[in-house]
């Protein structure tokens, strides 16, 4: 049996989207119908079962604070944490939570008209290529890793092609750190948000980071940005950490 240090699990959501063209050509992020900024937050940990209990207790505790069921509307569901949907009260208790979870975070952040027009042209290319960027220096910590990625659909063509990207870069990555001792397993998942903890904290500080870059709003990263092992702001060849935090310009 492995001990739990021997395997790894990284939980990876995004905010934005990758598109740049609609299928007619027309480019959705000049014509500001496209988000200008595309985030992959991956959660890391080594024990998934502990972070999913941890969230679930969480959550249920939220429930039972009568001071914030007061203001929750008849139709408002608190079945899994969604930074974009949830009451700023939510956020602000759960990005705290966050920041009491032993968990290594690590983040990409793409500004999408900077990409190579291949990936401008291909958002699962895109998908795929950034999110291998963002594992090939974190999937191999341990012997064995599980990727699980946070996806509503289910098409396998868009599973296995982003599964091939990912492999790819990271195959290409170990090929240049032979140094590196052991042979390493991943297995990929492919899951909603709302299955597993992991990913539901992913989600919200892919939101933050998307917030800041997009619309300038740091209220969200403030929070957590001591818990962000880095960012990686890729087309721009940047790189903030605790040390060196993201500022906003003004």
């Known amino acids: 049996m492995l001990k739990k240090q021997d395997k790894t699990y990284i939980f990876i959501d995004e905010s934005g989207k990758p598109e740049v063209y ?15 900024f595309f985030v992959l937050a991956a959660i890391r940990s080594d024990d998934q ?11 249920s505790e ?41 968990i290594k975070i690590d983040v990409i952040v ?11 042209q291909n958002p699962g290319k895109m998908y795929g290529i950034m999110a291998g960027q963002l594992l090939k220096n974190i999937c191999h910590k341990s012997k064995r890793t599980e990727i699980v990625f946070s996806r509503k659909d289910s098409k396998l063509k ?19 750190h032979k140094n590196l001792d052991g042979k390493f397993t991943l297995s990929y998942q492919h899951n909603p948000h709302h299955t597993h903890g992991g990913l539901q904290i992913a989600d919200y500080v892919a939101y933050a980071i998307f917030q800041a870059y997009e619309h300038g709003k740091n209220q969200w990263y403030e929070v957590i ?21 993201l500022k906003l310009s003004t």
């Open 22 to 36: 609609s299928v007619r050509g027309v480019n959705l992020v000049e014509q500001g119908f496209a988000t200008k």
């Open 49 to 59: 079962l502990a972070i999913q209990q941890k969230v679930t207790d969480f959550k």
């Open 62 to 102: 939220l429930l039972h604070d009568k001071n914030l069921t007061k203001i929750f509307s008849s139709a408002y569901t608190l079945d899994a944490f969604h930074a974009q949907t949830d009451y700023p009260e939510v956020k602000e208790k759960f990005y705290q939570f966050i920041n009491s979870l032993d």
């Open 110 to 120: 793409v500004e999408k008209l900077k990409c190579y027009q291949a990936l401008k």
């Open 158 to 176: 868009f599973r296995q092609e982003l599964e091939i990207e990912v492999e790819r870069i990271r195959l290409e990555w170990l090929q240049q």
């Open 225 to 245: 940005k001591n818990k962000i092992g880095e960012i990686h702001d890729i087309c721009n060849k940047k790189y903030f950490t605790r040390s060196n935090p």
